[in-house]
Nanobody, 128 residues
Framework: QVQLVESGGGLVQPGGSLRLSCAAS?????IGWFRQAPGKEREGVSC????????YYADSVKGRFTISRDNAKNTVYLQMNSLKPEDTAVYYC????????????????????????WSQGTQVTVSS
């Protein structure tokens, strides 16, 4: 039901910025960003509700990253500022079509398998 096309990854120096984009087709109740570094568990970075705009941020990115949406384009963005080497990971966009899943629950990985959709992922590397 939902297709996600992600772009914007790349190489950036510590302290720099990147902006990720995720263009969606179909409908969903929540959408957000996850990341996974080699040897580490997948981490929910930031998620936003399509119904009321409520947001969730992981403690590790709060104050540095901002999630936003363009409803007309059905696109969500992740503005990443003050990037650190520990932000290096593959970043994925995900959308949840299960209406009972809250933004917080989605970003914590508590969603129905049948209702979640994933982008192809994009590499973000923060290095000198």
């Amino acid at each position: 039901q939902v297709q996600l096309v992600e772009s914007g990854g790349g190489l950036v120096q510590p302290g720099g910025s990147l902006r990720l984009s995720c263009a969606a087709s179909g409908s969903y109740y929540a959408i957000g960003w996850f990341r996974q570094a080699p040897g580490k568990e997948r981490e929910g970075v930031s998620c936003i509700s399509s119904r009321d705009g409520s947001t969730y941020y992981a403690d590790s990115v709060k104050g540095r990253f901002t999630i936003s949406r363009d409803n007309a384009k059905n696109t969500v963005y992740l503005q990443m500022n003050s990037l650190k080497p520990e932000d290096t990971a593959v970043y994925y966009c995900a959308a949840d079509s299960y209406f009972l899943t809250t933004v917080r629950a989605m970003c914590l990985g508590m969603f129905h398998v049948d209702g979640i959709y994933w982008s192809q992922g994009t590499q973000v590397t923060v290095s000198s």
